[in-house]
């Protein structure tokens, strides 16, 4: 059952990823909190870490809010179940040195406490994982705190924003360039760790549509530009011109780009199919961005980053993972300009 409501609420985003821009942009600090009035919404941080001993990790934790019933619903017989929302949760972790992925999933509902998120402010749980938001001068930034275990792994985490927060073109905005501290566990051993994250907060009326998935990437490079590229596909497998992309300079000045201002293609026939879903995954990719003098070349870090649905819970797989961002033509030297995170979603069927 918890997978089958994270699989809904990932395909609820499919759909979301071409919501036109929302009107009069956003007001902060009340828009770091929840949005009621949609009737989905999703929280994702991603990043990448670093031990004192050079271990590198990266994770994602993404939490969503789904509306079973409008906001406003009066409840004819209300009783301790009685709530209109559902909240999910799924956190994976990517070990680069021993090469393994982990992924775990938590599932809540609004009654009783046991899920949440307020509005006007950045407070939201689901079970015993959690975010939590403090307001700092800027009122667009806010320093937040993002706890979640399962088992043996986990994470907790305090994100500072680097750069103010981007409106990227949706109902939503996105942290581009967080400092990221605090401690990670993996196989039960805690371990200090540092480095920078992402954080995405959306939120709309997603659909299905003609559309089948998309290809999202999330790339801070080491010069301090940011660089945000998604891809939505037809069912029949074309991109589309909802395709968009946000680059970020080092100062936080943005540039929108269209479907015509970069390209991003998959290179030769490289995929990684998985033994799990049998889903085929490209796993390596060239971007293109001509206006910013950029080609760089994608790979996974790890080629097995793939949440897994479990068969009998009839959900879907999806690959979410770290990616290296490489210039594929430098003359000399360490080729990796930049560390990235990528979202296939609709590969697997």
């Known amino acids: 059952m918890m997978r089958r409501w994270v699989a809904l609420a990932i395909c609820l985003f499919i759909g979301f990823g071409m919501t036109p821009a929302a009107t009069g942009g956003l007001t902060f600090p009340n828009d770091h909190g929840s949005h009621l009035n949609y009737p989905d919404e999703r929280w994702r941080f991603s990043g990448h870490l670093k031990a004192a001993d050079g271990s590198r990790f990266d994770y994602a934790l993404t939490f969503f809010r789904l509306g ?59 079970d015993d ?17 993002v706890r979640a275990k399962d088992g043996s792994a986990g994470l907790e985490l305090t994100e500072s924003p680097l750069k103010p927060p981007v409106l990227d073109g949706r109902y939503g905005y996105s942290y ?4 990221t501290e605090g401690t990670l566990t993996y196989g039960g051993r805690a371990i200090s760790v540092q480095g920078f994250s992402w954080m995405d907060h959306e939120f709309g009326a997603g659909t299905l549509s003609n559309q089948a998935g998309w290809d999202r990437f999330s790339i801070q490079l080491d010069d301090g530009r940011d660089l945000m ?62 206006g910013a003098h950029l080609f760089v070349s994608l790979a996974p870090v790890v080629f097995d980053q793939e949440v897994v649905a479990a068969p009998h819970e009839h959900g879907i797989s999806f690959w979410s993972g770290a990616i290296d961002v490489a210039a594929p033509f430098k003359r000399s030297g360490n080729s990796q300009i930049g560390r990235g995170y990528a979202e296939l979603v609709g590969y697997a069927r």
Not at 176 to 179: F, G, I, S, V
């Open 68 to 126: 079973i019933a409008p906001h406003d619903t009066v409840f004819s017989k209300r009783g301790k179940w009685s709530d209109r929302q559902l909240y999910s949760a799924v956190l994976a972790i990517t070990d680069e040195r021993e090469q393994r992925f982990y992924s775990g999933t938590r599932f809540a509902r609004g009654a009783l406490g046991l899920g949440g998120a307020i509005s006007g402010a950045l407070s939201l749980h689901v």
């Open 176 to 179: 581009t360039r967080l400092m």
């Open 229 to 290: 590229l998604l891809v939505t596909r037809r069912k029949d497998g074309v991109s589309v011109n909802e395709s968009r992309g946000i680059l970020v300079n080092p100062d936080g000045k943005t540039f929108y780009l269209s479907s015509e201002d970069f390209s991003l293609s998959v290179r030769g026939g490289s995929y990684w199919r998985s033994s799990a879903s049998h889903a085929k995954y490209p796993s390596l990719w060239v971007a293109s961005i001509p």
């Open 129 to 145: 994982w959690s975010v939590r938001g403090e307001a700092l001068q800027d009122r667009r930034v806010e320093r937040m705190t």
